[in-house]
């Protein structure tokens, strides 16, 4: 599965060649070109439609630091020097969830929203994309009550679920010890797949970037 790493790469793009020829000289100029100055000058122009414009650089997402079983995964301004410190860079918690087999499955990102909402934190879960969508993703933390979240939208890496956590469901996790992750692969309908998010670290990472 990619992380949001490769993704960034995947989406980067490659300018286009220039594809300037060369100036022709009056003794390599073909015998049916007229050997003028003129032409000369003229060949060695550029087509309009080959000429790359540009375009703006994305943000490099990097991984600033760790707590527990968290990574603070940030977006580092291109336009900075490097090894310059941006305390207003975009952050979020990160976390690759894993099967019983040790197999890469799910990624979530888990980010502070500002405050005045009944959501005071977000995440996006991804998912493999043969996934029941219709079963809906539950999250449990340790023994408490399960909730489900629908799934918002498919791309050619998987499927995700955009969550919304409120204050009771961050304090939970705060003193949880670990988060079931569940979900139904769409060839085996009837088969629940259960993956441990670890809390370990989730408060100081979480408060870090509330800054608290």
């Given at each position: 599965?990619?992380?949001?790493?490769?993704?960034?790469?995947?989406?980067a793009l490659?300018?286009?060649?220039?594809?300037?020829?060369?100036?022709?000289?009056?003794?390599e100029t073909?015998?049916?070109?007229?050997?003028?100055t003129?032409t000369s000058?003229?060949?060695?122009?550029?087509?309009?439609?080959?000429?790359?414009?540009?375009?703006?650089?994305?943000?490099?997402?990097?991984?600033?630091?760790?707590?527990?079983?968290?990574?603070?995964?940030?977006?580092?301004?291109?336009?900075?020097p490097?090894?310059?410190?941006?305390?207003?860079?975009?952050?979020q918690?990160?976390?690759?969830?894993?099967?019983?087999?040790?197999?890469?499955?799910?990624e979530?990102?888990?980010?502070?929203?500002p405050?005045?909402?009944?959501?005071?934190?977000?995440?996006?879960?991804?998912v493999?994309?043969?996934?029941?969508?219709?079963?809906?993703l539950?999250?449990?933390?340790?023994t408490?009550?399960?909730?489900?979240y629908p799934?918002?939208?498919?791309s050619?890496?998987?499927?995700?679920a955009?969550?919304?956590f409120?204050?009771?469901?961050i304090?939970a996790?705060?003193?949880?010890?670990?988060?079931?992750?569940?979900?139904?692969?769409?060839?085996?309908?009837?088969?629940?797949v259960?993956?441990d998010?670890s809390?370990?670290?989730?408060?100081?990472?979480?408060?870090?970037?509330?800054?608290?």
């Amino acid at each position: 599965m990619l992380t949001p790493s490769r993704i960034a790469l995947v989406l980067a793009l490659l300018a286009a060649p220039l594809g300037l020829s060369a100036q022709t000289t009056a003794d390599e100029t073909p015998a049916q070109t007229p050997q003028t100055t003129e032409t000369s000058e003229t060949s060695a122009a550029p087509a309009p439609e080959v000429l790359s414009l540009g375009e703006e650089a994305l943000p490099e997402p990097y991984i600033k630091s760790e707590s527990g079983d968290w990574k603070v995964q940030c977006l580092r301004d291109p336009s900075l020097p490097a090894g310059t410190d941006n305390p207003n860079e975009a952050c979020q918690l990160f976390q690759v969830l894993q099967d019983t087999n040790g197999t890469n499955v799910a990624e979530v990102t888990i980010f502070p929203l500002p405050t005045g909402g009944k959501a005071v934190a977000g995440a996006n879960i991804l998912v493999p994309l043969e996934t029941l969508l219709s079963a809906q993703l539950t999250i449990q933390v340790d023994t408490g009550k399960a909730r489900r979240y629908p799934y918002s939208f498919c791309s050619p890496i998987g499927c995700f679920a955009r969550v919304g956590f409120t204050a009771e469901d961050i304090a939970a996790m705060k003193k949880g010890a670990v988060a079931k992750v569940m979900l139904r692969p769409a060839p085996a309908p009837d088969e629940v797949v259960t993956l441990d998010m670890s809390l370990s670290g989730f408060t100081a990472g979480f408060d870090a970037l509330a800054g608290k």
